[in-house]
């Protein structure tokens, strides 16, 4: 079975500032991947960030970047250069190896950017 | 190109009714999953199709049934409503083991 647990249900941050959200995860699988989902006030998940269990480099885009620690089973978002846009729900989710393609998430991190 | 899109936005349903919410994937996409999603909680894998048949089932009872059409859409089905199956539903669709593309979601409500 796998778990995502999302320790913050609400985060501030001030604009132009750089923000960590947590997310550590539970998995038997060798291979996985973890991914950063982010879903604003009208419900649609936008996907920002994907991480595979063997990338040796932590993945970068654009503004986002997700801190990997395979030892201590984290993979924790990095929003750098906070803007107002920025104020949604944020899900951590994980995707099992094999032929299991399914996606388990956290239950969110509620992010306000302020000024 | 257009993403994925969901039918209806929004609906209000009674206990007891039945309900058929709709999906068409992304172009090119050949799966399709649906999860549901209750207010202050993440999404829940409620099942995936693949080439027409269920691919992978999550933890809901059988009122929660799917079909998936030749040109890749799909539609969820709950029967016998209960209050608690309202939520956001929410679609994904993507190559059989590639990132998942979300739609806007159909957000039901059984009263």
């Known amino acids: 079975a796998q778990k995502i647990t999302q320790t913050q249900p609400g985060m501030f941050v001030q604009e132009k500032e750089a923000v960590t959200l947590d997310c550590t995860y539970d998995?038997?699988?060798?291979?996985?991947?973890l991914f950063w989902y982010k879903q604003p006030s009208s419900g649609e998940m936008i996907f920002l960030i994907y991480?595979?269990?063997?990338?040796?480099q932590n993945a970068t885009e654009g503004r986002y970047s997700l801190n990997f620690q395979k030892a201590r089973k984290s993979a924790n978002l990095v929003i750098s250069a906070s803007q107002l846009g920025d104020s949604a729900m944020y899900f951590c989710?994980?995707?099992?190896?094999?032929?299991?393609?399914?996606?388990?998430f956290g239950t969110g991190t509620r992010l306000q950017v302020t000024l | 190109d257009a993403g994925v899109t969901q039918s209806p936005t929004h609906l209000i349903k009674t206990r007891g009714q039945q309900v058929t919410l709709r999906c068409s994937p992304k172009?090119?996409?050949?799966?399709v999953s649906w999860y549901q999603q209750a207010l202050g909680q993440g999404p829940q894998f409620i099942f995936q199709?693949?080439?027409?048949?269920?691919?992978q089932r999550g933890n809901f009872p059988d009122r929660f049934s799917g079909h998936q059409f030749p040109n890749y859409s799909s539609e969820l089905n709950v029967n016998a409503l209960l209050l608690g199956d309202s939520a956001l539903y929410l679609c994904?669709?993507?190559?059989?083991?590639?990132?998942?593309?979300f739609g806007p979601g159909t957000r039901l409500t059984v009263t």
């Open positions: 994904a669709s993507s190559l059989v083991y590639g990132e998942q593309y």
């Open positions: 998995t038997s699988d060798q291979s996985y991947g």
């Open positions: 991480q595979g269990s063997y990338d040796e």
């Open positions: 989710a994980m995707r099992g190896g094999g032929t299991a393609s399914k996606l388990t």
């Open positions: 172009s090119g996409h050949d799966t």
């Open positions: 199709y693949y080439e027409e048949e269920e691919r």
